[in-house]
């Protein structure tokens, strides 16, 4: 079985450009988060959807972030226009259902703003 | 809101057994979970408890009691591999909530 798979693994944009991440979760998981770890921090809940449904977005810093999950499958995360406080590593995680053990994270998108 | 408390770094000798510790306040609870992560790698994870007792994976343990809001985890037979962070975090209605990590440092 596939895990959740992010792209890309590394990305490094200049202050006030823009970038998308990609997340693929597990086929099947119609849960899917966006978690963000900055440098020296813990990382951090963003966002979840529940198929294409955004379940919960309080954890979105501001509105330079928008994620979609057009369909129900992949999702992605628009950084517009980037800062440089963006910089840190996002993770994605998936889960089938409201069990514990499903919860799947990808291996991360390192962002650096510069 | 969540609260999640760590300590920061720990030592411990290969071969040795070391308990990280994880206290928590929270609004809501529906499972601890314990993560590890090397550095520059995704969180894996080793334990989900849900209810008050000890559950055991071959060289890791995880403890938790819910009405102390404490949780711990333990790891026998200490290799140099397991030098990792250990990430407790907690589960609320749906969002996992971390704690900063606990940095094990396994020296031989």
């Known amino acids: 079985e596939a895990g959740v798979t992010q792209f890309p693994s590394h990305s490094v944009i200049e202050k006030g450009q823009t970038v998308t991440l990609r997340c693929d979760p597990i086929?099947?998981?119609?849960?899917l988060y966006w978690y963000r770890r900055v440098m020296g921090k813990e990382i951090k809940f963003l966002l979840h959807?529940?198929?294409?449904?955004?379940?919960?977005e309080s954890g979105m810093p501001n509105n330079r972030f928008l994620a979609e999950r057009t369909g129900g499958t992949y999702s992605t995360l628009k950084v517009q226009p980037a800062e440089l406080e963006d910089s840190g590593v996002y993770f994605c995680?998936?889960?089938?259902?409201?069990?514990?053990?499903?919860?799947?994270f990808g291996s991360g998108t390192r962002l650096t703003v510069v | 809101g969540q609260n999640i408390d760590q300590p920061t770094e720990m030592t411990a000798t290969e071969g040795a057994i070391v308990q990280i510790n994880c206290t928590y306040q929270?609004?809501?609870?529906?499972?601890l979970f314990w993560y590890q992560q090397h550095a520059g790698e995704a969180p894996t994870f080793l334990s989900y408890?849900?209810?008050?007792g000890l559950e055991e994976k071959g060289r890791f343990s995880s403890f938790l009691s819910r009405s102390k809001g404490y949780s711990y985890l333990l790891l026998k037979e200490l290799q140099m591999k397991d030098s990792a962070s250990y990430l407790c975090?907690?589960?609320?209605?749906?969002?996992?909530?971390f704690g900063t990590g606990t940095k094990l440092q396994v020296i031989p």
């Open positions: 975090a907690v589960r609320g209605y749906q969002k996992v909530t």
């Open positions: 995680a998936s889960s089938h259902a409201q069990t514990g053990d499903g919860y799947t």
């Open positions: 929270t609004s809501g609870f529906n499972g």
């Open positions: 408890n849900v209810l008050d």
């Open positions: 959807f529940v198929k294409e449904s955004k379940q919960d």
């Open positions: 086929s099947g998981h119609d849960n």
